[in-house]
């Protein structure tokens, strides 16, 4: 038998000959065969800004045959404060492989502080790999870095009923205020908006609704005294604050732009509280045929409040002057001739806090940073 066959002019040569075969051929990380070693980096995961350095692991597929180096993109958000061990240069984080290696690893070092600057993230991609190494299906993290200033605060609430729904998103200030509300109704059509809030010497000061609409606060030795509303320039309404023997904002006057350019009195609110703080009772007058007559159009009853913290204000006497500092167990609107009382029952996590309330025809669920 001959060592060469020839069919059809080309010459076919026993696989023994070329020193391969098949299967070796297809083995991974195979040092004499074609297929790199993959590397593949762990899953997405949440750290405390005031925790310890965490290490990230880059897994290899099977051990390394040779000696390489992996580098590591960084695309953080704005205002992060961190760094790596080994240190990045320009973005880019260079990783030894040693042979034999099953994993590399780095060390990611977060800048604890005391402001709230948000939750934010950091993403670590493997741009590339030297001879011999492959970037594998899990090329990248994302790490999300927890505020542990911001870390349990409201965060927003969602309420819906029988054809319609609203929510709140709370956004802080590095100080701990709110920044701003992000809003969303459904009455069915849908609208939206932020609020933005302003302040001075730690009160609020102004709200800017959209553009060209404000509200502006004017207080007195730490007292809330007056407010208006400014529309494109015109001073629409303002409203006069009364206060209660406890130091609470007991009431205020609203008085309108009219036609002819003077403004008069449309509503009286009065607020009532229990002793502890929490707010008992909201009532709304209108002026009727003298100024010193009023008829009751609405009143609100909040009662039976229960031994909870209250997060979020979802009512307010006054932008974030807080009216309820319990969780109220029921609620009465007495008002354009209907009588409802709602009886509100609770969910809570593992920390205490209400996730979920639900009344007849009513649920509103809570979130937290």
């Known amino acids: 038998m001959k060592p060469f066959a020839h069919y059809m002019g080309y010459i076919l040569l026993p696989a023994i000959l070329i020193g391969c075969s098949k299967d070796d051929d297809q083995a991974p990380g195979n040092p ?3 297929n790199p070693v993959a590397i593949n980096l762990v899953e997405d995961f949440s750290h405390l800004e005031n925790a310890e350095a965490v290490e990230i692991t880059l897994n290899l597929e099977i051990p390394a045959f040779r000696t390489g180096q992996v580098t590591i993109r960084i695309a953080a958000d704005d205002g992060l404060q961190f760094h790596t061990v080994p240190a990045a240069i320009n973005g880019f ?7 034999e290696a099953e994993t590399v690893a780095f060390t990611l070092v ?16 493997i741009s590339s790999a030297s001879e011999g190494f492959a970037i594998g299906e899990r090329g990248s993290v994302s790490v999300e870095i927890i505020d542990d200033e911001l870390q349990g605060k409201p965060r927003s609430y969602q309420s819906s009923g029988g ?7 709370y956004l802080y200030r590095p100080d701990g205020q709110i920044d701003r509300v992000e809003w969303e109704t459904e009455t069915p059509g849908l609208r939206r908006g932020t609020d933005t809030f302003y302040y001075e010497d730690g009160k609020i000061s102004r709200i800017n609704y959209h ?11 730490g007292r809330l005294a007056t407010s208006e509303v400014i529309d494109q320039g015109v001073r629409k309404s303002y409203d006069v ?5 406890a130091g609470n904002i007991g009431g205020k006057q609203q008085f309108d732009l009219q036609g002819s350019g003077e403004y008069t009195l449309s509503h009286v609110f009065v607020n009532l509280f229990f002793t ?6 909201q009532l709304t007058y209108i002026p009727v045929d003298t100024p010193e007559e009023y008829e009751l159009i609405s009143t609100r009853t909040y009662e039976n409040y229960l031994d909870k913290p209250n997060m979020f204000p ?5 932008p974030t002057v807080q009216a309820q500092h319990n969780l109220p167990g029921s609620y009465r609107v007495e008002e354009n001739g209907a009588d409802l009382q709602y009886v509100f029952s609770y969910e809570y996590d593992t920390e205490g806090r209400a996730v979920r309330r639900t009344t007849q025809g009513e649920e509103t669920t809570y979130s937290y940073y």
């Open 93 to 99: 984080l260079t990783l030894q492989i040693a042979e």
């Open 110 to 125: 977060p800048q604890d502080d005391d402001l709230i600057g948000g939750m934010k993230h950091v993403d670590f991609t």
């Open 32 to 34: 004499g065969g074609s």
């Open 241 to 245: 604050y009364a206060y209660d023997e």
């Open 163 to 169: 054809g319609w729904k609203s929510s709140k998103t």
């Open 276 to 281: 502890d703080g929490n707010l008992y009772r």
């Open 211 to 221: 553009d060209g609409r404000d509200e502006y606060f004017y207080w007195d030795n």
């Open 314 to 318: 979802v009512v307010e006497v006054v």
